[in-house]
């Protein structure tokens, strides 16, 4: 029986598509068998992460009203054979799953898959309960503000009122020359305030709109930071135990000085 | 911290963000346990009427923060309690009873 890990924030827009497609795509890579889940239904985006957009025919209400097969439904990707998405109804709200149903259609993976990663909409409303109600795990997304954090504070509670106990926080969009102003909360200080295990640290990072613009992870991206992060973190998901990256990058004695007097950043 | 730090001696951002939220939270946190609190308030009115007769319709129970000494930033959850007493007779009946 495979995992089933819903990714969720409370707060719409902090990553939580991002963090589901890169964290998807990185178990897929070291050769896990990997299902990704979009449960946003009506506002579907996983596809276009993903560059899988050309490829729907069916989606996830059509496999819960019987339309179509589970394995008609199921998309796999272009790169990674062991890699699959089940695309969001795009014309349909949110009414169109029960939490029960999800329950059962995630039962059905988790015999196929070893992963199942469910992309959670934003909002603790239906869509939210939809989403959760199979998972066995959960990732929170948040990045360093104080709505972000707020958010997942409350979400928290949530997941834990509904068994989904010890969740595990992903912190996006770190801008260490922030940090390092003393601008932005750091790691530490969100960990204090939240109080929950640290899955890994994402710096915000230009490579994740670009891979998005071609609609291709940045976890498979050598060269990326922010793919070096989501990396981390799957390895931290299959139970290595990786240090938090350093998000403060060296730039050599000049550039020490330079940001001393504030001319560099 | 750089120059521009020392010189103007600027109060970083995020040392308010983190006091601001973790005010809201508590506020949150206790929000979400409201029956937890309604359990509080039952078992309070049922010890102190051992001792007196109370308004448990008045009552009102609620947490707070209130700063420790004079740090700045940092809070300590206070638990504060309104209860109107509408009579202290059986506080009495209770010390003869324990003579």
């Known amino acids: 029986m495979g995992e089933v890990y819903v990714v969720t924030s409370g707060k719409g827009g902090v990553g939580k598509t991002t963090s589901t497609a890169n964290i998807g795509t990185g178990l897929a890579i070291v050769g896990k068998k990997v299902v990704m889940v979009d449960a946003d239904i009506g506002l579907r985006n996983l596809d276009v992460v993903m560059g899988l957009e050309n490829r729907i025919v069916y989606d996830i209400v059509d496999v819960i009203e019987g339309a179509c097969r589970l394995k008609q439904a199921l998309i796999r990707d272009k790169r990674y054979s062991d890699l699959y998405l089940l695309p969001a109804a795009q014309t349909k709200d949110k009414s169109a799953l029960t939490p029960e149903q999800m329950q059962k ?12 990663i469910i992309d959670c909409p934003a909002g603790i409303e239906q869509g939210f309960k939809n989403a959760i109600a199979g998972a066995n ?7 360093p503000e104080v709505s972000a954090v707020r958010d997942a504070d409350r979400v928290i509670g949530l997941l834990e009122a509904n068994d989904l106990r010890n969740p595990l926080l992903v912190l996006n969009r770190i801008r260490p020359e922030m940090v390092k102003r003393g601008d932005m909360m750091t790691i530490e200080d969100v960990m204090e305030i939240l109080a929950i295990e640290i899955l890994g640290v994402v710096p915000d990072d230009e490579s994740i709109v670009i891979s998005t613009n071609r609609g291709d992870p940045c976890v498979a991206d050598d060269s990326s930071w922010a793919g070096r992060a989501y990396r981390n973190i799957t390895r931290r998901l299959l139970g290595e135990i990786v240090p ?17 007097f504030r001319f560099g950043s | ?35 937890v609190l309604e359990m509080l308030k039952n078992d309070i009115v049922k010890a102190l009427n051992i001792y007196m007769d109370i308004d448990a319709e008045a009552l009102d129970i609620q947490i707070t923060q209130t700063p420790i000494g004079d740090s700045q930033g940092e809070y300590m959850p206070v638990l504060n309690a309104n209860i109107p007493i509408k009579n202290i007779r059986k506080f009495k009946e209770q010390l003869n009873r324990r003579e």
């Open chain 1, 105 to 116: 259609l995630c039962k059905q993976l988790r015999e196929e898959f070893e992963y199942v």
């Open chain 1, 137 to 143: 795990k959960a990732i929170v997304v948040t990045t």
């Open chain 1, 244 to 260: 938090l990256m350093k998000l403060q990058q060296e730039k050599g004695f000049l550039g020490r000085i330079l940001r001393f």
């Open chain 2, 1 to 35: 911290m750089d120059m521009f730090n020392i010189l103007w001696r600027r109060n970083p951002s995020k040392k308010t963000a983190k006091d601001r939220l973790k005010v809201v939270l508590v506020n949150d946190r206790t929000n979400c346990s409201n029956q």
